[in-house]
């Protein structure tokens, strides 16, 4: 199985920043993608952005310019730098990822993970 840790949420000024990271952890082979997603409350969860082998870095409109997502494919890991944050920022924010494994068989199976999120305030 697979797990996502989300990690570096917390509470930050209007115009502060933040990073926020993400760690892969369980028997996998490979990660097409990983991606952060945020849910502010009374919302619906939204594509905050999505990095990947092949696939251009996505951002939301919103974000751009001010976020970054990053990926290191050694250490499993996905960042967000998150600059100059205002409240309409605030949520829970989620790491999912799509990611290669075999089973018991050697057959290859294909399997989209959740992480439990982490919050995120951005409040005077």
């Known amino acids: 199985h697979v797990q996502l840790e989300e990690s570096g949420g917390d509470l930050v000024q209007p115009g502060g920043a933040l990073r926020l990271s993400c760690l892969a952890s369980?028997?996998?082979?490979?990660?097409?993608?990983m991606a952060w997603y945020r849910q502010a409350p009374g919302k619906e969860r939204e594509l905050v952005a999505k990095?990947?082998?092949?696939?251009?870095?996505e951002y939301l409109n919103s974000v751009k310019g001010r976020f970054t997502v990053s990926r290191n494919i050694f250490k499993n890991t996905m960042d967000l730098q998150m600059n100059d944050l205002n409240d309409e920022d605030t949520g829970v924010y989620y790491c999912?990822?799509?990611?290669?494994?075999?089973?018991?068989?050697?057959?290859?199976?294909?399997?989209?993970?959740w992480g439990q999120g982490t919050l995120v305030t951005v409040s005077s």
């Open positions: 999912k990822g799509g990611f290669y494994y075999d089973d018991d068989n050697a057959e290859t199976w294909y399997s989209e993970v």
């Open positions: 369980g028997n996998f082979h490979s990660i097409s993608y």
């Open positions: 990095i990947g082998s092949g696939i251009p870095t």
